[in-house]
């Protein structure tokens, strides 16, 4: 109760405060994402997990009101669950005024592992940082998470 509580009442304090300043109020969207230990962790954790590649941009959309890419990826294979040789992937925001795209640095036909979430939309990667990566030594799930 006390941590709502102290929360309400700095927003009860701050918010007029703003509006008086004469400085146009902005607002920022950042989202805790949950944090996987390894790529094994992860792909316990996904709906799905395919090797493929990204082959383009395929459209813009959103995700809680930010903006996000789909992006077309052509599956060599299903590591765990089905589908079809071609499929549109969200790439999701990453918040907190970080515009960075996790798929940008995978967009030159290398080999990757994607982790993926079967959302009402269609298929989004777990997150934003641990949603993808590069494939691993044995042409499957890596051992660990590539460095940023």
Excluded: K
């Excluded at 805790?32 to 959309?61: L, M």
């Excluded at 089905?82 to 798929?103: E, K, M, N, Q, Y």
């Amino acid at each position: 109760m006390g941590r709502w509580w102290t929360t309400g009442a700095l927003a009860t304090l701050v918010l007029p405060l703003a509006a008086c300043s004469g400085v146009p109020a902005s607002s920022t969207t950042c989202i805790d994402w949950v944090w996987f230990d390894t790529p094994t962790d992860a792909a316990a954790d996904a709906d799905a997990v395919v090797i493929g590649h990204v082959t383009g941009v395929a459209e813009p959309t959103s995700y809680m009101g930010m903006t996000a890419n789909r992006w077309s990826i052509d599956v060599d294979s299903w590591l765990d669950g089905t589908g079809p040789a071609d499929i549109t992937v969200t790439s999701l925001p990453r918040s907190c005024g970080d515009d960075a795209d996790s798929f940008e640095r995978y967009d030159d036909g290398q080999d990757i592992v994607l982790f993926l979430r079967d959302d009402a939309e269609g298929w989004q990667v777990l997150t934003p940082f641990q949603g993808i990566a590069p494939v691993g030594l044995d042409g499957g799930v890596p051992v660990e998470w590539p460095d940023d």
